[in-house]
């Protein structure tokens, strides 16, 4: 690309640091919030971990351990300085390292959240393109009518549709597997990222891919219909707006061809509004999985964190919001670099400003 | 140097509509225009009249809908513009016809640097362009950067319009509109966004490129001095009407339409007699204009008959049988006031 010269690489550069700096000081907010929210929630954790029938000198010992009787400040303390070394502590429920259980259950739900992402992505501008561009006619009414749909509908009653629909021949049609990451008599791929689908193309297992995306299909495709629709009617007002403008008029009357109009002079201007609702929807949509992988049966992160949340695993709980609050983060960045590098007007304002 | 036979352009009784929620705006009514081989022709008219719609309709960028065209045709070059395909649309703007849009910050794609924009206009501008390499696209948008003089071009090239004063942005559209090397270029209102300095270089700077290059050349605006000096021709347009059409100077030395003379008197003069009251009253409305002239609201010599019906065009021979024609029923015999001509006379 030829709009990026050195001086705007550096600019961009700088801009990074500055919001990785910023982020610090959000993800220290975050942690005192998630650190005070799980401690006041009622009841006592260690007495939900042994159960009811666990004798007091067992849950007195427990709570020993993970500090629960010290004042608040210092538990916080305790806690914050095994979280910079790595150690989110262990979860009541599993008994072993919560940052083991991340490790294992988040590719699951990046997996979704990722394709989910692509699909709401291309199909969102898709269909906001052609909304647009057929204003008023009946494609235009039929790409509103479905996103409204889509918009009102939550991730997990369209999750329950397909579910009904397409996986079993006797409400519909027998098309994709109902449950799980992968059909059995297929072994997970070598551990690489921990997503099947990437980790089996590495290892070669063409098989193991295609079963793999087959099980992904329907409940990234669910997840990913809420923020589809979104973008699809962001897409649509921009553009349409935009379509009214002088600088479209200019360039037709100049005659540059219609494609090339819509397809890059349109195009661009357009999109910043829809990539900014996209990096929202994208990270909000780790937390929308949550009844998608319960009702997929899919081992993902939610799925994990809502166990924890039922059963009062503090550090459990602790490190799943922090992993949604980093996401949050790093997708914010990533959005507001892409808003850059396509709204020459934010950057050169921002540069300004320093 | 103006071919007085054939018409590059022409219009004929063009209707405009606009359809937009609550009713049907009229914004053009049956209006007739023609340019002629290597002519330069004015059009005036209050902010509003339909001069920007008209020549938006010519080049057919009208966002459609809201806008319709129930009627009228238009020929350049012998071709009629309202059946050509989108490929012929294609060939005709940019070579054919080209503009420089009033508001030069509104005309320019903000996410785009002025290079991109410009070596688009270049490749598309011709069937030879697209062949040719990035490199000489950037030779020759450099070179329409320099005729509009316009310093430093290769650092423009890669400047975003934000980065640019307003000046340099109207400088920037008068060279992408004339990269095509156009047989029409349509200025509209070129300078109006910017202040009056700066506005005089622009304009000066465009007298002297369509002089040099001999384009057949509209423009629109609503300073009549600018007209003056820079036309042979000019029409009058009031609320979607052409109420009159005259040589530039017969129409300066003796205008005859009501709503002409009122825009001659709404010009101050440095001679006395101070800035004057303008025309009261207001453009009507387009969603339910009236029955007969559209200005007859306004007219200080409006007759019954103005009410009634749509006054048709008369020829007025001038004294050099300069063709001057004027929609108002004054100038019709029936109607004709006796010594009204009288009161015309230069001032």
């Known amino acids: 690309m030829n709009f990026l010269n050195v001086e705007e690489l550096q600019r961009l550069f700088l801009f990074l640091l500055r919001r990785i700096f910023q982020s610090i000081f959000v993800l220290f907010g975050l942690s005192i919030l998630i650190f005070l929210l799980s401690r006041v929630l009622p009841g006592d954790p260690a ?25 608040l400040l210092q538990q916080y303390q305790i806690w914050f300085t095994n979280a910079l070394g790595g150690d989110l502590g262990d979860s009541l429920r599993t008994r072993r390292p919560v940052v083991d259980d991340i490790v294992e259950f988040l590719p699951a739900s990046m997996e979704l959240v990722l394709l989910a992402g692509v699909i709401s992505a291309i199909g969102g501008i898709t269909l906001g393109t052609l909304s647009a561009r057929h204003k008023d006619s009946w494609i235009d009414n039929l790409v509103r009518v479905i996103s409204y749909m889509g918009v009102v509908t939550p991730a997990f009653v369209v999750a329950i549709i397909f579910l009904t629909f397409f996986t079993t021949a006797e409400f519909g049609l027998d098309l994709f597997p109902p449950i799980g990451r992968l059909s059995s008599g297929f072994e997970p791929p070598p551990r690489v990222t921990g997503l099947y689908t990437v980790d089996s193309l590495l290892a070669g297992q063409f ?8 099980h992904l299909i329907l409940p990234s495709l669910a997840l990913a219909l809420g923020s589809l629709s979104q973008e699809a009617r962001i897409t649509r007002s921009t ?22 109009v819509t397809g890059k002079f349109l195009l661009k201007p357009s999109l910043i509004p829809t990539v900014s609702i996209f990096g929202l929807d994208f990270a909000a949509n780790l937390s929308n999985a949550f009844l998608v992988e319960v009702i997929f049966n899919w081992p993902g992160i939610s799925r994990y964190a809502t166990t924890a949340m039922l059963y009062k695993d503090l550090n459990a709980i602790a490190a799943v919001i922090l992993i949604l609050g980093v996401t949050f983060i790093v997708v914010n960045i990533l959005v507001d670099l892409v808003v850059g590098i396509l709204d020459p007007r934010i950057r050169l304002r921002g540069a300004r400003s320093d | 140097m103006v071919d007085q036979e054939t018409p590059l352009l022409e219009i004929r009784d063009l209707s405009v509509n606009f359809r937009v929620y609550g009713g049907v705006l009229r914004v053009l009514d049956r209006i007739n225009f023609h340019v002629l081989q290597g002519e330069r022709v004015g059009l005036v008219g209050e902010t509003g009249c339909g001069k920007t719609t008209t020549m938006k309709t010519i080049l057919q960028v009208l966002p459609t809908p809201p806008a319709e065209v129930p009627q009228g045709e238009i020929w350049f070059q012998g071709q009629d513009v309202m059946t050509m395909s989108q490929r012929e649309l294609v060939n005709m703007r940019g070579q054919g016809i080209s503009m420089i849009f009033q508001d030069p910050t509104a005309a320019l794609n ?28 950037r030779e020759r948008a450099l070179e329409a950067l320099r005729q509009v003089a316009l310093a430093d071009p290769e650092r423009l090239l890669d400047s975003y319009p934000i980065q640019l004063s307003g000046g340099m942005r109207q400088r920037v559209c008068i060279g992408m509109a004339l990269s095509t090397r156009p047989g029409l270029l349509i200025a509209d209102e070129p300078g109006t966004a910017l202040d009056v300095t700066i506005q005089d270089q622009v304009l000066r700077l465009l007298q002297d490129l369509v002089e040099q ?11 009549l001095g600018i007209v003056r000096q820079m036309t042979d021709r000019v029409y009058v347009m009031y609320a979607g009407n052409m109420v009159e059409v005259a040589p530039t100077q017969r129409l300066f030395t003796n205008p005859l ?22 025309i009261p009253g207001r453009i009507p409305d387009y969603m339910n204009p009236p029955a007969g002239c559209r200005f007859s609201g306004r007219c200080p010599h409006a007759m019954p008959v103005c009410n009634r019906e749509k006054p048709p065009v008369f020829q007025v021979q001038g004294p050099a049988d300069e063709s001057h024609a004027v929609a108002c029923f004054l100038y019709d015999e029936p109607h004709k006031v006796s010594n009204y001509k009288a009161e015309l006379q230069p001032v």
Do not use: C, K, W
Not at chain 2, 216 to 221: A, E, H, M, P, Y
């Open chain 1, 207 to 214: 098989d193991t891919f295609v079963n793999a995306l087959h």
């Open chain 2, 110 to 137: 903000p996410v785009f640097t002025v290079g991109q924009q410009l070596t688009a206009v270049i490749r598309y501008a011709s069937p030879e362009n697209r062949n040719l390499n990035n490199a000489q696209l």
């Open chain 2, 213 to 223: 290059q001999g384009n057949s050349f509209i423009l629109i605006t609503h300073t």
């Open chain 2, 257 to 278: 339409h009501p709503y002409t003379q009122g825009l001659m008197d709404a010009v101050p003069r440095l001679t006395g007699g101070g800035i004057s009251e303008g």
């Open chain 1, 239 to 260: 553009m349409s707006d935009n379509l009214t403008r002088d600088y479209i008029a200019a360039e037709r009357a100049l005659g540059i061809p219609e494609r090339t």
């Open chain 1, 47 to 71: 007495r939900m971990a042994l159960g009811a029938r666990a004798p007091q000198e067992t849950i007195q010992r427990l709570r020993d351990e993970m500090h629960l009787d010290e004042p």
